[in-house]
C-alpha cells in the first residue's frame, strides 16, 4: 500500500498516536466478538497505521542522511 493510499486522519498522527490506535484495535479484535467485515476494516485500518509508521521511520532516516551529509560535507571543508 502506497502511502499516497493513507488517509488524512492518519497522515496527521505521530509515531506513537499511530502505534497507541494499533494497539487498541489489537485489543479490540481479541476482547470482542466482531463480525468479519468489521474485523477486516479494523485489519485494513492497521496495516495504513503500519504504513504511516513506516513512512514516518523513512523521513526520520533521511534527516538523518542528510544531516551527517552535510555535517561530513563541513568537516571536508575545513581539512
Do not use: C, G
Request: hydrophobic share 30%; no cysteine.
Amino acid at each position: 500500500m502506497k502511502s499516497k493510499n493513507i488517509p488524512a486522519d492518519i497522515k496527521v498522527k505521530s509515531i506513537k498516536e499511530a502505534q497507541n490506535e494499533i494497539k487498541s484495535i489489537i485489543s479490540k479484535l481479541e476482547e470482542s466478538e466482531t463480525n468479519l467485515k468489521d474485523s477486516i476494516d479494523k485489519y485494513n485500518r492497521m496495516i495504513q497505521l503500519n504504513n504511516h509508521i513506516q513512512d514516518k521511520f523513512k523521513e526520520k532516516l533521511n534527516e538523518i542522511r542528510n544531516s551527517n551529509f552535510k555535517d561530513n560535507q563541513k568537516s571536508s571543508f575545513k581539512k
